[in-house]
């Protein structure tokens, strides 16, 4: 069994560009969640998905931000028109699902430069 | 509203030297549930551990203990006889009904070297 994989690992952009991010979850796990990371701080969570259903969204998830998560299994995060102030490591996490406040298990996270 | 506080930026010790890395929390709610992760270089959080706010007692699991005392709002974590595989960044976090129980309040990390 593989842990949850995302990719790319490193992505540098331009301002104004868009990108997206992929996020494989572990294959039994029905919550998937995005976090964002800034240097020096911890997690920021963004958003979660219950099977394919986006449940919550924080503030955090601006217009130029969406995620799907289409058949309940890999989800995306896309950028667009990207600023500066994105760059930062965006970690997928998952979870079983079957009840609240439980362990969640990451990735290693994309690392998102934009120039 | 719903808050961790890891005072600690850094903390640097020697191999085998026991260390205590602090964690504060803050919140309304009665039910609860606090966590460590562990960070290494790599980048990918590994959890080590999920206490609920009913359960005071304290965990040890081989070289890590934790020290839950709600009297205080704090969740402790000691590494005994420090290893330098142990060096990476430790987080605590929270999550409750405020937050929701699907969206987890983190701490700004503390970064542990432990030196050979």
């Known amino acids: 069994d593989t842990g949850v994989s995302q990719d790319p690992r490193h992505k540098i952009t331009k301002r104004g560009q868009n990108v997206t991010f992929r996020c494989d979850p572990i294959?039994?796990?029905?919550?998937l969640y995005w976090y964002r990371q800034t240097l020096g701080q911890g997690p920021e969570f963004l958003t979660y998905?219950?099977?394919?259903?986006?449940?919550?969204k924080s503030r955090l998830l601006s217009d130029r931000f969406s995620a799907e998560r289409p058949k309940g299994s890999f989800s995306t995060l896309e950028i667009q028109r990207t600023e500066q102030g994105d760059s930062a490591m965006y970690l997928c996490?998952?979870?079983?699902?079957?009840?609240?406040?439980?362990?969640?298990?990451f990735g290693s996270g994309t690392q998102l430069s934009v120039l | 509203a719903q808050k961790v506080t890891q005072a600690q930026t850094e903390i640097s010790v020697v191999e085998k030297e026991d260390v205590t890395l602090d964690c504060v929390y803050e919140?309304?709610?009665?039910?609860?549930?606090l966590f460590w992760y562990k960070q290494p270089p790599s980048g990918e959080l590994v959890f080590l551990i999920r206490?609920?706010?009913?359960?005071?007692q304290n965990e040890i699991s081989g070289r890590y203990s934790w020290n839950f005392q709600k009297s205080t709002s704090s969740f402790n974590f000691t590494i005994t006889a420090s290893q330098v595989v142990d060096s990476a960044v430790y987080f605590c976090?929270?999550?409750?009904?405020?937050?929701?129980?699907?969206?987890?309040?983190f701490g700004t990390g503390t970064r542990l070297k432990v030196l050979a």
């Open positions: 998905f219950q099977n394919e259903a986006q449940l919550e």
């Open positions: 206490r609920n706010s009913f359960d005071e």
């Open positions: 294959s039994e796990h029905n919550r």
């Open positions: 996490a998952s979870s079983l699902g079957t009840g609240e406040n439980e362990k969640l298990f």
């Open positions: 976090a929270l999550s409750g009904p405020t937050s929701g129980t699907y969206k987890y309040i």
């Open positions: 919140t309304r709610d009665t039910t609860y549930y």
